[in-house]
């Protein structure tokens, strides 16, 4: 197994003890109730994430919705994982002060929408969640702009890692979008909460200014790339960077995205002053297949879902 990846697995079952300690907080009572409801989400993400009509896809989708905000409306469910359920992501904030669940629904081959919730922690045990609207389809440029939980732009979140600048706390998402159906996308954006409490995502937090050729400073990073090819984007702790596959035409076609595949070369960024710094070349020497770090696949690639690739 390749060091970056046990690494990444390490910090993710170093993390879970933290999380499963907590649960103490539940009554018999409450966990009864939602070990039940647990039952119900799972078989519903299963019709989800699986069946093959898409009109049962859709009233699975919009039960899971409605039996989760119920399930979330018991005390101290924050503490509740949902282990069980599979296509979904559930990522804890490193500090434990928010989780956000998002999954993805597949229409057909070329439509896909991404639906999530924030939930935050409460002093009581009561329910505080931010619903997310994915509303990508009506974007022309997803990285120009910072966005609210009603103006969302859809992923489903693998990985989370919480920074900090001037005494304020910034948590840089990773995520997963099918797309359609010949190119798929991944999304590095940063989450932070304004004044109100309220969950913001992007802001003018990735800088080109150390590249040769810079670019304006993006509200998000995206890649976009051949269905089904393997790209890597994620931190990678022992690099305490982020690492990026450098993606070319794979027939000299750059106007197309979906031809796009990695060439063996590694682009990162690196945080500093508040800012996610690009780093134009990461290693000196290029690395052949199989060479570089590879992410455990997100949420464990069916048919839908939007994988783990943490």
Do not use: C
Request: aromatic share 12%.
């Amino acid at each position: 197994m390749h060091r970056h990846l046990f690494t990444l697995l390490l910090i993710t079952l170093l993390k879970a003890p933290l999380l499963s300690a907590q649960p103490v907080l539940l009554k018999a009572s409450e966990r009864g109730q939602l070990s039940a409801k647990e039952d119900t989400l799972k078989r519903l993400s299963f019709q989800l994430n699986t069946d093959s009509n898409q009109v049962i896809r859709m009233k699975a989708d919009s039960h899971f919705t409605r039996v989760l905000v119920r399930a979330l409306q018991t005390p101290q469910s924050f503490w509740y994982a949902f282990d069980s359920l599979r296509g979904i992501s559930k990522l804890y904030a490193p500090d434990s002060s928010f989780r956000i669940f998002t999954w993805n629904l597949t229409y057909d081959d070329y439509y896909h929408r991404q639906r999530g919730t924030v939930q935050i922690r409460t002093k009581d045990g009561s329910l505080s969640m931010f619903p997310l609207r994915d509303v990508s389809e009506f974007i022309e440029n997803a990285t120009d702009s910072a966005r609210n939980r009603m103006n969302w732009i859809g992923a489903v979140y693998y990985n989370m890692i919480q920074t900090q600048h001037a005494g304020k706390k910034y948590y840089t998402l990773f995520g997963f979008d099918p797309n359609g159906a010949m190119s798929s996308l991944k999304w590095m954006e940063v989450l932070h909460f304004n004044a109100k409490g309220e969950p913001v995502f992007g802001g003018p937090f990735f800088s080109f200014e150390n590249d040769s050729i810079r670019k304006p400073t993006q509200h998000r990073f995206q890649l976009e790339f051949k269905k089904d090819a393997q790209v890597l984007l994620n931190f990678i702790p022992d690099l305490n960077l982020v690492l990026v596959d450098h993606l070319i035409s794979e027939n000299n076609d750059p106007d197309n995205k979906w031809t796009y595949i990695p060439d063996g070369d590694q682009e990162g960024f690196v945080w500093k002053n508040g800012k996610w710094i690009h780093v134009d070349k990461v290693f000196t020497q290029k690395l052949k297949d199989g060479e570089a770090p590879r992410e455990v696949p997100i949420l464990d690639q069916r048919p839908n879902p939007k994988v783990k690739n943490q």
